[in-house]
């Protein structure tokens, strides 16, 4: 079985992502970071912002994930936030594409359940998928996740939203 691990990106190490220095993102979380999450900035601008609006944010929003034991940057994973008001949280994960089509996206998703079924304050995690995103929709499956309805984002626009509830042990 494949192996992740998560490097939380600090404010610093996104800001750095944000202006294209990657020098200075992998020297601020002392890792070696990857071209692809500099090529993600749009994201680490949101989460950025996430963190500045709740501090919390930084310990659920996007890391980079590193496959273990090859100590490579495969894609980033992590959630839209903290758990909200009733308990949920949202997976996101992205691999890289040099990456993809060798297991990290469920190695990614199963470290990410781990990580919100070991909080007693997460019921239910959530996961949002174009319905044309069959990579993603061939990840959640046997995880637990159901369908339980469609939305419109903004920026994906029709997504079909899966949930699955926390399991304790």
């Known amino acids: ?73 495969v894609g980033h994973a992590g959630f839209h936030g903290p758990p909200d008001a009733d308990g949920i949280v949202e997976v996101a994960y992205s691999v890289d594409p040099e990456h993809r089509r060798k297991g990290y996206a469920k190695a990614m998703l199963r470290a990410l359940l781990e990580r919100a079924d070991a909080d007693p304050r997460v019921t239910a995690v959530r996961a949002s998928i174009r319905p044309d995103n069959l990579g993603s929709r061939a990840t959640i499956k046997g995880f637990g996740f159901r369908k339980i309805g469609e939305q419109w984002d903004p920026e994906d626009g029709l997504e079909d939203v899966y949930l699955r509830t926390a399991k304790r042990s």
């Open 1 to 73: 079985m494949l192996g992740i691990r998560f490097v939380k990106l600090c404010p610093t190490a996104l800001s750095a992502l944000i202006d294209g220095d990657l020098d200075a993102a992998s020297q601020a979380v002392e890792t070696p970071l990857s071209r692809y999450l500099v090529d993600e900035n749009w994201l680490w601008r949101i989460r950025l912002a996430d963190i500045e609006q709740n501090p919390e944010a930084a310990d659920w929003i996007a890391r980079a994930a590193i496959a273990d034991p090859e100590g490579i940057v």
